[in-house]
């Protein structure tokens, strides 16, 4: 059991960064209306996670490191229409495989908050106002050959604020806070869409770009997208999301690429927050435990519709 997790982890945790996302995810999924995120050395010697949400009960958490053990898929159809970010039940498991990993959570209208820990399993009584705090500490203490992967404590604190920034894009409603090594890093207050692209992109995109809402049935695309003026674009000024999921798709970047074609004539990176709303059972979402891969039912419809969507926004005369 501990191998078979050990090898999930491979899959789901390949870094800090990973972690990051899962239990960024998981925060969300409870319903958190305030993220607080604290790394040190990169995310590797520590990363800790509090939120405010529905917190997890005694008799949960005494399963929530056992493989399998998800509360948001009771059945087979439930994956065809996942509304949640986590649906595989493995990730805290595959991170209490290769790191000191403890939760602290206290249940809506539980009296107290209980704790575990990859040793100790059994629940003890814990003191925690609410919410659910998720300490996971020395990432591949017992398996060194992977911890060797693991790169310099910048690359590592940047990888993880990579995700911490797309997961925080796609959730303006949530508060959020970043900080490294005792430091804040980044401070997010809980507010609208426009404001939430601003804080993390900056007034020269908010300035230069187009507003995109386009829709076509069950289809729908909205967001910001930077106009050639727009002087910073980079490679990381990308940020594409298929129901709420940050996604790196082939299929999706040919269609941004094509559209952005005529007026960046391949010169820069298109610069882009772009939301894809679409009808779950059309998109796999399941292709790889990472999931930044998609797979959709209807590529070539899904293609037309961000390819024309976004030409047409971008195309309209600046007034
Ligand atoms: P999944 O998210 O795929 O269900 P995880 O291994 O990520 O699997 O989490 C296992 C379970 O632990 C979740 O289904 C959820 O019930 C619970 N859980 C994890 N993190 C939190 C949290 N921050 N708040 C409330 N419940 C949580
Ligand atoms: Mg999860």
């Not at 779950?280 to 390819?307: L, S, W, Y």
Request: proline share 3%; glycine share 8%.
């Amino acid at each position: 059991e501990v191998l078979i997790n050990q090898i999930a982890a491979g899959e789901v945790v390949e870094r800090p960064a990973s972690v990051l996302k899962e239990l960024m995810e998981n925060s969300l999924d409870a319903g958190s209306r305030a993220i607080e995120v604290a790394l040190a050395q990169g995310g590797v010697k520590q990363l800790r996670i509090t939120d405010d949400g529905c917190g997890i009960d005694k008799d949960d958490l005494a399963l929530a490191l056992e493989r399998h053990a998800t509360s948001k898929i009771a059945s087979l159809e439930d994956l065809e229409a996942v509304g949640t970010m986590g649906f595989r039940g493995e990730a805290l498991a595959a991170i209490a495989s290769v790191a000191r990993t403890k939760i602290i959570s206290r249940a809506t209208g539980a009296a107290h908050a209980w704790r575990v820990t990859e040793r100790e399993r059994e629940p003890a009584p814990a003191a925690l106002n609410s919410g659910t705090v998720i300490e996971v500490e020395d990432l591949y203490y017992n398996t060194p050959a992977r911890r060797k992967f693991l790169k310099s404590e910048s690359t590592e604190f940047g990888h993880c604020d990579d995700v911490f920034r797309r997961v925080a894009l796609a959730r303006p409603d949530v508060g959020f806070q970043l900080a490294h090594n005792g430091r804040v890093s980044l401070r997010l207050a809980a507010g609208d869409a426009e404001r939430r692209v601003r804080e993390i992109l900056g007034d020269d995109f908010m300035a230069n770009c187009r507003r995109v809402e386009v829709d076509s049935g069950p289809l729908r695309l909205y967001g910001f997208a930077a106009l050639p003026a727009y002087a910073r674009a980079n490679r990381d000024a990308q940020f594409f999301y298929v129901n709420g999921r940050f996604v790196r798709d082939k299929l999706i970047q040919h269609a941004l690429r094509e559209a952005y074609a005529d007026i960046l004539h391949g010169a820069r990176h298109p610069a882009f927050v772009l939301f894809l709303d679409m009808d779950p059972a059309g998109v796999d979402v399941n292709v790889h435990p990472a999931k930044t891969e998609v797979r959709f039912r209807e590529g070539r419809a899904i293609h037309q519709f961000v390819f024309h969507g976004l030409s047409r926004s971008l195309a309209v005369p600046v007034q």
